[in-house]
């Protein structure tokens, strides 16, 4: 059974995008996505996440919020968040990792980069 995996991210072309990067690295999963932080953060209290993807710059709700939201409801981190975001500067990168990420990575990706970060959490 693949692990459910929570994509935050307001284009959906890119939660597209994410997936098709999933499964062409072989990861076995399931996606429930979410549009901004806000519904992200109701999908993940629905219960059954196991991995969550999340973009910064997202309205409603940003995901460097949803983070420190997701941390105040999971402190012991066992859920795995990694940023995968435009914000590529030193500062956005040192802030995430603060609010709890476990990684970050800079969009655009190449599925190297991709596989690289996420693909020990699917064990590929």
Known sequence: MGKTVLIADDSAMMRKIVQKNLKEMGADFTAVEANDGNEALERFRAGGVEIVLTDWNMPNMTGIDLVRALREMDPEKKVPIIM???????????????AGVNNYLTKPFTPENFKAKLGPLFGV
């Open 84 to 98: 995968v975001t435009s914000e590529a500067t030193a500062d956005k990168v040192k802030e995430a990792v603060m």
